[in-house]
């Protein structure tokens, strides 16, 4: 079955460069027909946007801080100016200081904790209540999440806090949303080569043991990710909603490591 996203409207945030996880979700539903926007953080984000959108055909870029109302109530009403309504937005927005993502948990300052929380957790809550009011037939709402919200994982932190804070708003969103025909969901990939990923502390060895001992042998791709995500925002995803879909290979079954990599 081919999955078309044909004359479906969408905002997406967080791009940073080509391997993002965020452009592997845009590419996918650009090549399935859907017509796109982006936001980005500061000057030199733009730049490495610009080429990204104008090669799936988008000529509307917005500057955006999620911590700033004004920021974002700028990027909303562009939107309203240009479309009108939207039909799906997809959040890949998450900071913490990566110096607090080493060492023990513990520690975690108490600033770090509220803006991780605030620009992990509650951008996606206040993108939605903005979302939604230019989705009056409908829409779909999706974030992106990761293990380290329910298992402990090396060198994450607060930013596990944070993942959940942030699966839990999804389900209450939906829970919110769903009389208005607005579906909220989840994609959890398991690690994979971005730019917030290098970011974390262990990068290549967290990398290399899922993808030595993940079911499928194999770690999430952005087409794999991508291709999630055109499900979730089409029709074919009319009756998923309050979801957190796991694209990681299956590591997430898993209670020990494969019998050869055991040490």
Request: charged letters at 20%.
């Amino acid at each position: 079955m081919t999955i078309s996203m044909k004359g479906k409207r969408g905002l997406v945030m967080g791009v940073a460069n080509e391997r993002s996880i965020a452009w592997g979700i845009a590419k996918a539903m650009a090549e399935a027909g859907a017509e796109l926007a982006f936001t980005y953080q500061g000057e030199a984000f733009g730049k490495r946007l610009e080429p990204l959108a104008q090669s799936v055909g988008s000529d509307i870029m917005v500057d955006v801080d999620v911590t700033d109302d004004a920021s974002m109530d700028t990027a909303f009403a562009t939107l309203k100016d240009r479309w009108g309504t939207l039909d799906f937005v997809v959040h890949a927005i998450a900071f913490s200081d990566k110096n607090e993502l080493t060492g023990r948990f513990i520690n975690t300052s108490r600033e770090n904790f509220k803006n991780s929380l605030a620009i992990s957790c509650y951008s996606f809550i206040d993108v939605a209540n903005r979302a939604a009011a230019l989705m009056p037939d409908g829409g779909t709402l999706l974030t992106l999440t990761y293990q380290g919200s329910n298992r402990v994982t090396p060198f994450y932190n607060v930013m596990g806090v944070a993942k959940a804070a942030l699966e839990s708003a999804t389900r209450y969103l939906a829970n919110d949303l769903g009389p208005q025909g607005i579906r909220v969901n989840a994609i959890s990939p398991g690690p994979m080569k971005t730019l917030a990923g290098a970011a974390i502390g262990g990068a290549r060895k967290t990398y290399k043991h899922t993808d030595l001992n993940a079911p499928m042998r194999s770690n999430a791709t952005l087409e794999a990710v991508g291709g999630t995500a055109v499900y979730l925002a089409s029709d074919a995803g009319a009756c998923t909603t309050g979801e957190i879909i796991r694209v990681d290979g299956g590591f997430h079954v898993l209670g020990m490591p494969q019998p050869d990599h055991l040490v």
